[in-house]
């Protein structure tokens, strides 16, 4: 499964100062680590756990988190969802 996910503060992205922003880094750890150990059937759950995850870090107003399975499917490059949700 392959995650991946936006999340904005504020609205200091417009800023242009990385001291205000959410590192990628930080945030892709997180994730990676907490869904290491978690299990889910749904790409759905998962779309939903991880932008839980991202609302709880400290300043975060929304998210967009996008789950894809790639190479389900003969024929379809990749099945998924995308979701965005707002504290």
């Known amino acids: ?49 991880i932008a839980g995850l991202l609302l709880a870090q400290n300043g975060v107003l929304e998210v967009t988190v996008k789950v894809v399975k790639p190479g389900i499917l003969s024929g379809i490059r990749e099945v998924g969802i995308q979701i965005r949700r707002q504290a």
């Open 1 to 49: 499964t392959c995650a991946g996910y936006v999340a904005q503060r504020l609205s200091q992205h417009r800023q242009d100062d990385l001291n205000q922003t959410i590192s990628y880094a930080e945030i892709a750890d997180l994730v990676r680590t907490d869904l290491a150990e978690q299990g889910f059937q749904l790409l759905e759950s998962v779309a939903e756990h």
